[in-house]
């Protein structure tokens, strides 16, 4: 390699080298602080009072969606794996809302309760027919039952 | 040139025997990605199964998703070039360069319009600034910025060579956009389809996915190897290769 060259690939790493680490040192500082949403758990710990408006993320506790009958008005908890939070909103709610699943709410805290004003769902990246879903939960559920007759077994 | 690059790709790296190459390949290319995108849609859109959870409307995936893997995969080779075209100062490497960057344009601008419209439809909106969708615009924008960068310089060498430099900053952003699901808390799912691991998605959905994943890349080695060829010719305009092109082609 030529002196001209090796001065250019010497200039051209070097820069390179010097993004990455700016670059890298970004990603690390904005780990800390830039929360896309917060969870029921992390709201009760005190995390998001620095917030008035904030996201709240996690699952749609089952059976406690209720609808109101004469206006559009929607309550449910949503939870997470140690928190729930009850959630009040008034709006259209995407197709994906249902229970046990992932949504994220923008809003604020009002009275121990969190206002809604947008909610989000959120999916997951598995793709698969219905019946490969019901084969598994089957498959799941006889696992559970093999479980239950193995513990029955060691306690007589 | 160091000697450990083979003597068939310093020639091949030649504009008139490239030009040769990319013509003879071309339309094999374009063939088969058409061919390709044929099945691939019949086999998303007709004989894959509805999701669970999704319906019907994951369908866009087999649109979507393979272009978005191509906005990452143009903008690496245009990194690639970039760098070799910086170093070495082939000419070669700078049209490549230049001409992937309306490629890999186009592939994101369709990746965040299908990604609006399906998350219209299941998430609720159109846009949100999570880290994934954030990162993926300002992929766009450097595709952008070099692309303008490169048409302002009156000299289309030291445009490209500008322009090449900017892609190659820009290439950190890569990483960023595909790591973003698991460094923050994003409203985008993570990755379905893994290169180590099993991947989360029923057999019978996946094959049409890299069917597309296929018919996308030999579109994009049709596109570049089409728009090389007359960055080369117009390049080379004063060469004698080119004035025998222009005099044998002229005349059929």
């Known amino acids: 390699m030529n002196p001209t060259r090796q001065r250019r690939l010497t200039i051209v790493i070097a820069v390179l080298v010097a993004v990455i680490i700016s670059a890298a040192l970004v990603v690390y500082a904005l780990q800390q602080n830039m929360n896309y949403l917060f969870t029921p758990s992390q709201v009760q710990a005190g995390e998001a009072t620095r917030y008035q408006n904030f996201r709240l993320g996690g699952m749609v506790k089952q059976g406690s969606i209720q609808r109101s009958s004469d206006s559009l008005k929607v309550t449910f908890t949503v939870i997470d794996a140690s928190g729930a939070m009850p959630v009040e909103y008034n709006g259209i709610l995407p197709d994906l809302f249902r229970e046990n699943q992932s949504v994220i709410a923008t809003g604020h805290m009002d009275d121990g309760r969190f206002v809604a004003t947008e909610v989000l769902a959120k999916h997951d990246e598995t793709y698969m027919p219905q019946e490969l879903k019901d084969a598994m939960a089957k498959a799941h559920a006889g696992k559970h039952i093999d479980e239950a007759a193995n513990q029955d077994k060691a306690q007589p | ?252």
């Open chain 2, 1 to 252: 040139m160091a000697n450990w690059i083979p003597l068939w790709l310093h020639k091949l790296s030649s504009p008139p025997a490239f030009y040769r190459f990319a013509g003879a390949l071309r339309p094999w290319a374009i063939t088969l990605a058409l061919l390709l995108g044929l099945v691939a849609l019949y086999g998303g859109l007709v004989l894959a199964p509805p999701d669970y959870q999704q319906g019907d409307d994951y369908r866009i995936i087999f649109i979507h998703v393979p272009c978005a893997w191509m906005s990452l995969f143009i903008y690496g080779v245009m990194g690639v070039a970039a760098f070799i075209a910086l170093v070495w100062r082939i000419k070669l490497a700078e049209v490549v360069a230049m001409a992937s960057a309306p490629i890999g344009a186009c592939f994101t601008f369709i990746t965040l319009v299908t990604g609006s419209l399906w998350g219209e439809r299941m998430w609720g909106t159109w846009w949100t600034w999570d880290a994934r969708l954030t990162s993926e615009l300002v992929l766009l924008f450097l595709y952008l910025g070099v692309i303008g960068l490169y048409h302002s310089f009156e000299d289309r060498r030291q445009g490209a060579r500008t322009a090449a430099f900017l892609a190659l900053i820009g290439i950190v952003n890569v990483p960023i956009v595909h790591f973003s699901v698991n460094w923050w808390n994003t409203l985008h799912q993570g990755s379905t389809i893994r290169l180590l691991g099993p991947s989360s998605i029923a057999p019978s959905m996946i094959w049409p996915l890299l069917t597309m994943m296929a018919a996308t890349k030999l579109y994009y080695v049709a596109s570049l190897f089409g728009r090389t060829r007359t960055d080369l010719l117009a390049l080379e305009s004063g060469k004698d290769w080119v004035r025998q092109i222009a005099e044998t082609e002229g005349r059929a």
